[in-house]
């Protein structure tokens, strides 16, 4: 990791791009406020009628899908995970998901904050992570995100 990024304590889109895969559609970060590599992270994702899913979810009452909240969480979490000295090159993907609750409906409009916490890290392979969506501070989802590390 360079010495600009992890001195840093918030990271740009651009700066997202370049450490996560994730690309339109599904780039779901808009920007990271809070930074500390390997630690945690607290990261924005603001949501807008523009986005492609709620032309289908739902047409009369446009709903962000749970799914894609926990894929932001586990983005924000990636940025984290990415953060970590000497992982090796690879791509982290969901091992499983535990204990995830979601508590009220995100709408266009709405400033999704999401904060992760690194769990635990084995073998340089593994991670947990511990993920929180909030909007206006009411809690909308919450849980631990497992990833594992394929070549």
């Not at 360079?2 to 889109?13: M, P, V």
């Not at 990261?43 to 899913?53: F, S």
């Not at 979810?57 to 000497?86: C, N, S, T, W, Y």
């Amino acid at each position: 990791m360079t010495d600009s990024l992890s001195q840093s304590c918030a990271l740009t889109s651009e700066q997202i791009l370049g450490l996560l895969p994730h690309r339109y559609p599904f780039a779901l970060v808009d920007r990271v406020v809070e930074y500390e590599p390997g630690k945690k992270a607290l990261g924005i994702k603001n949501v807008t009628l523009n986005e492609p899913h709620f032309q289908g979810h739902f047409p009369d009452r446009p709903l962000m899908p749970g799914v894609l909240i926990v894929e932001a969480m586990a983005q924000v979490g990636g940025l984290v995970v990415k953060g970590l000295d000497d992982i090796p090159e690879g791509l982290f993907v969901f091992a499983g998901i535990d204990g995830v609750r979601f508590r009220r409906p995100v709408v266009p409009g709405d400033q999704l904050r999401i904060s992760c916490e690194l769990i635990s890290i084995k073998r340089k392979r593994f991670g947990k992570i511990f993920g929180e969506a909030k909007v206006d501070d009411q809690l909308v989802c919450s849980g631990d995100l497992m990833f594992s590390l394929i070549n």
